[in-house]
């Protein structure tokens, strides 16, 4: 069961009515009455909860249809310019990989270099046995069950020589990407 804020905890955002002081429990029928009470107010605020994930849900699925339309509109426009600048990118983009519009600034960049295993038939199984067995392959092998440390291999990936690489099974990737970003 998840446990709840207590109505007046200061780091909620939503003001709640001062609670007037319940009278102390002084005998087993008093903790009887409060426990009934605290089980009526707890299905009050489920059945709150569920009136209230009704309405969400009822609202997500009005909004569902058109949101799907006004992504099907752009997803269709943004390939339409994609296409074309892909078409005409020596006389778009002379001199730089981006060009500016009124209300956008479109272009080219570079993924985030990734980790990618050397061949089609390397696994990545292969890859971890074989950094086991490299001098300076263990520092790139998480434990107890051992793992590749792609992040660890990306943040050193400069001072990796080409023979390294191939030892390991191992190369760094990069791919271009097109893209639209608003100015607004």
């Known amino acids: 069961m998840k446990t709840m804020k207590p109505i007046n905890d200061p780091k909620s955002k939503i003001k709640s009515q001062k609670l007037e002081p319940l009278p102390a429990i002084t005998s087993p029928e008093n903790l009887d009455a409060q426990i009934c009470e605290i089980v009526r107010l707890r299905a009050a605020r489920a059945a709150r909860v569920a009136e209230l994930e009704a309405r969400v849900a009822a609202v997500q699925q009005e909004y569902a249809k058109p949101l799907a339309d006004l992504d099907h509109q752009l997803l269709a426009r943004e390939n339409a310019v994609r296409v ?23 272009g080219f960049e570079l993924t985030p270099h990734r980790v990618e295993t050397a061949g089609r038939k390397v696994t990545w199984k292969l890859v971890v ?5 490299l001098d300076w392959g263990p520092a790139y092998v998480r434990q107890p069950e051992p793992q590749l440390n792609k992040d660890a291999l990306l943040a050193d990936r400069d001072k990796f020589t080409p023979a390294q690489l191939d030892a390991a099974g191992i190369r760094f990737a990069q791919d271009e990407q097109f893209y639209i970003r608003s100015k607004n």
């Open 84 to 106: 074309y600048c892909h078409a005409h990118r020596a006389e778009l983009f002379p001199a730089k990989k981006s060009r500016e519009t009124l209300t956008a600034v479109i």
């Open 129 to 133: 046995g074989s950094l086991l067995g």
